[in-house]
């Protein structure tokens, strides 16, 4: 089992690309997260979709959109990147009995 | 809104000792769950414990327990018999009512010490 899987796992970028961060999951799970992670200020929340055909804001949407493509797939683009992006990017799905949350093993984007 | 604090931003331990990462939640909701997570230096993030609010007993998995004391609004974990294998950085986590949005701390480094 894949579990929750992320591409690409490192992407270098120049100010004002655009590119796209791929998650899919094999876990038949409803809801699915992408997180960003910066030292010192743990993970937060960009966007979510609790299920297939919904996406909504998480903490810090800006600069960012998503698409949940189907149950499976749920990718993350940044359309002009700007160097306040360079980050750890998590995508993650949800138990829901639980809320416990399955990562993938994260992207890391740099924008020079 | 939800709000977790993570006081601590780095810890010693002793390696055989317990040790206890402070956590505190903020949130209007009746119901919701507390979470820790570890992320050991190789990134990945890795569930350790989960705490309803609903739930009358403290949770425990293992060597970890949360220490749920809810009047204060805390959700501390507790590591017992510490191993050089426990050092990484610990989060802790919140979910709210809906249970769509989980709320992560700034997170403690945990060092363990031989």
């Known amino acids: 089992n894949a579990g929750v899987t992320q591409t690409p796992k490192f992407q270098v970028l120049k100010t004002g690309q655009s590119m796209t961060l791929q998650c899919a999951q094999d876990m038949n799970h409803n809801s699915m997260y992408w997180y960003r992670q910066d030292p010192g200020m743990g993970l937060r929340l960009i966007y979510y979709?609790?299920?297939?055909?919904?996406?909504d804001k998480g903490e810090v949407p800006n600069g960012y959109n998503v698409s949940r493509l189907n149950k499976r797939e749920f990718s993350l683009r940044l359309e002009s990147a700007a160097p306040s992006q360079t980050s750890v990017y998590f995508c993650?799905?949800?138990?829901?009995?639980?809320?416990?949350?399955?990562f993938g093993e994260g992207s890391r984007l740099t924008v020079l | 809104a939800q709000k977790i604090t993570q006081t601590q931003p780095g810890m010693f331990v002793q390696e055989k000792e317990a040790v206890t990462l402070d956590c505190t939640y903020d949130?209007?909701?009746?119901?919701?769950?507390l979470f820790w997570y570890k992320q050991p230096s190789s990134g990945e993030m890795i569930f350790l414990i989960y705490?309803?609010?609903?739930?009358?007993q403290n949770a425990t998995e293992g060597r970890y327990s949360l220490n749920f004391q809810k009047a204060r609004k805390s959700a501390n974990l507790v590591i017992s018999a510490s191993q050089l294998g426990d050092s990484a950085m610990y989060f802790c986590a919140s979910r709210d009512t809906g249970g769509f949005k989980t709320i992560f701390g700034a997170g403690t480094r945990l060092f363990v010490k031989a």
């Open positions: 705490q309803g609010s609903y739930d009358q």
């Open positions: 993650a799905t949800k138990y829901k009995n639980t809320g416990e949350l399955f």
């Open positions: 949130t209007s909701d009746p119901s919701y769950g």
């Open positions: 979709s609790a299920s297939e055909g919904t996406t």
